[in-house]
């Protein structure tokens, strides 16, 4: 949702009939209220098999739980269904213990046959509804018939325990079944609505209700409505097995400007955001709003498919990474806590590697590349309609980089496409040949960066057999060998060059005074549960 003058002023009248103002006429506090939270854009679908995007999955955070998560806060594996675990030695079976008396929203037992089913249904998806599930391929890389699947089954031991079973190890997988796409869903409801995606020309569909308007999970909140285009709203379930939530009402909405967000928070009509643009976070803070960071834990980057020529050529792509001034880029776009890359693994994960080729900002060294190159023509495709840490204004950063390329000879082209799903789409059917975009982490492990390289290979064009062989490798080796494995892997990163990593970003909420609770996660694994609107 875009707001011009007239859009804002109906969007306003909107949110102030939902404004989390009212909150204090029910005590405020712990003892209810309604918070209203700008977003960016709202989900796609409410379904965590099928997102991979961070609006969609706040959402889907607060209704779902998996087995294990994340403390908050923090990186560090915790119990959520499962109290505890156990895995083989060959790293192939992995025996979860359930919490007991756990209930679905819909009043069913979360169990050990409910937990199968969930796994058994995202193996067996088919079409299109694949494209989707990226956090099963990223984790699981196939599907029922894939010769390359790692997923063997699903065993019933007991009520209370589950046994995975996996034809060979994927040492990330504790850490990646704490995402969202693993959140456990409802069988009763997943069979009762369907969950069934059809390719609509371009796009997909979906078909199925239940991930639209019979979201079903057992999470300290339950799906009430969605308003397509203007809210979604979640009500606190007073069943849930742990601490209940504070307030009795959760509603999101969707303002795609940064500036109208802040406007929004600064009337009244919403009582938190995120992705606080930078230039912002200095004066909410002097206002008075509660404004909470997260490490810069991201990356940004601007990805080169090297199907496309002249990209396919390594010269090219150096040129390209010596003609861009990053620190001047950072200091125009970012606030003095952004990171300028090493890499596209951020510091703050294991395997990173601060000896990696660098490539230092040197115009006369990109020319010097460039000679005898005759095609110099470039396209880079920027998001519209979204923010995000690592792009806060994706417009402006491409003009940022489209101004230093033209400097060492480029001929640059500027090409902006709606996020969803047009930007999206392109890029993971191969028709952007560059594109600024990013990734925010949503598991504690360094193959969540990795994967964007052999999850996707279409938005890449060739790459090296032999690195998408050694990130198979790290994934796949005990603990003790992967450090060394992905500092490795950082170099060949560096040298193939497929993307150019720009910053790694801290990011910022912003809430109304008074907001208490709400704990910022390294791994946007955040709980609205715990969050206060105050008196």
């Not at 009763?188 to 369907?194: F, N, R, S, V």
């Not at 970012?334 to 660098?358: E, H, R, Y």
């Not at 480029?410 to 028709?431: E, M, Q, Y």
Request: glycine letters at 10%.
């Amino acid at each position: 949702m875009i707001l011009t003058a007239g859009a804002a002023a109906v969007a306003a009248a909107m949110l102030a009939s939902c404004s989390g103002s009212g909150a204090s006429k029910t005590g405020g506090g712990d003892s209810g209220g309604t918070f209203v939270f700008g977003s960016s854009r709202l989900p796609t679908v409410l379904d965590g098999a099928y997102v991979y995007d961070n609006e969609s999955q706040r959402v889907i955070y607060q209704m779902f739980d998996r087995l294990v998560n994340v403390k908050p806060g923090t990186t560090e594996l915790t119990g959520e269904l499962a109290t505890s675990w156990e895995v083989s030695p060959t790293g192939l079976d992995y025996t979860f213990h359930l919490r007991d008396g756990v209930k679905f929203h819909d009043g069913t037992s979360l169990d050990a046959e409910a937990v199968c089913y969930n796994f058994d249904r995202l193996y067996n998806l088919k079409g299109p509804a694949q494209d989707l599930a990226e956090y099963w391929r990223i984790s699981f890389r196939g599907f029922a018939g894939d010769k390359d699947s790692r997923y063997k089954s699903c065993e019933v031991k007991d009520p209370a325990t589950p046994v995975l079973h996996l034809k060979e190890r994927y040492t990330p997988l504790l850490a990646s079944l704490a995402s969202i796409g693993f959140g456990i869903a409802s069988p009763t409801a997943l069979k009762k609505y369907g969950y069934q995606v059809e390719l609509s020309g371009d796009s997909m569909k979906f078909v199925g209700t239940f991930g639209t308007e019979h979201p079903v999970g057992s999470g300290p909140f339950q799906f009430k409505s969605w308003d397509p285009g203007k809210k979604i709203t979640l009500e606190r379930f007073d069943g849930y097995w742990g601490d209940k939530a504070k307030i009795n009402t959760l509603i999101y909405v969707p303002i795609a400007d940064g500036q109208a967000r802040r406007q929004a928070l600064e009337r009244g009509e919403i009582d938190g955001y995120d992705n606080v643009a930078p230039q912002d976070v200095a004066a909410l803070k002097g206002a008075g709003y509660e404004v909470e960071e997260r490490p810069p834990s991201n990356v940004g980057y601007l990805a080169m498919n090297q199907s496309f020529e002249p990209l396919g050529d390594l010269r090219v792509r150096q040129a390209i990474a010596h003609a861009v001034d990053l620190d001047a880029l950072l200091k125009a776009n970012f606030l003095a806590g952004a990171v300028k890359p090493k890499s596209f693994l951020p510091p703050t994960f294991m395997g990173f590697n601060p000896d990696v080729i660098t490539y230092d900002y040197d115009p006369a060294k990109a020319k010097e590349l460039l000679a005898g190159v005759s095609n110099k023509k470039l396209d880079i495709w920027f998001a519209t309609e979204v923010s995000r840490p690592y792009m806060p204004d994706p417009k402006s950063i491409a003009e940022t980089f489209k101004s230093y390329l033209e400097k060492v000879g480029f001929d640059v082209t500027l090409t902006g496409r709606p996020w969803s799903p047009d930007f999206l789409a392109g890029i993971r059917n191969g028709k952007a040949p560059m594109y600024i975009v990013g990734l925010l982490p949503d598991m504690a492990d360094p193959a969540n960066f990795f994967t964007l390289f052999d999850n996707q290979p279409k938005r890449w064009g060739p790459l090296p057999k032999g690195l998408l062989t050694h990130i198979k490798q790290a994934e796949e080796a005990p603990e003790d060998k992967r450090e060394a494995l992905y500092k490795s892997l950082n170099q060949e990163l560096m040298e193939d060059l497929p993307g150019i990593p720009y910053v790694h970003a801290p990011t910022h909420l912003a809430f109304k005074k008074g907001v208490t609770g709400f704990v910022p996660s390294p791994l946007f694994a955040e709980s609205m549960a715990t969050v206060s609107l105050g008196g």
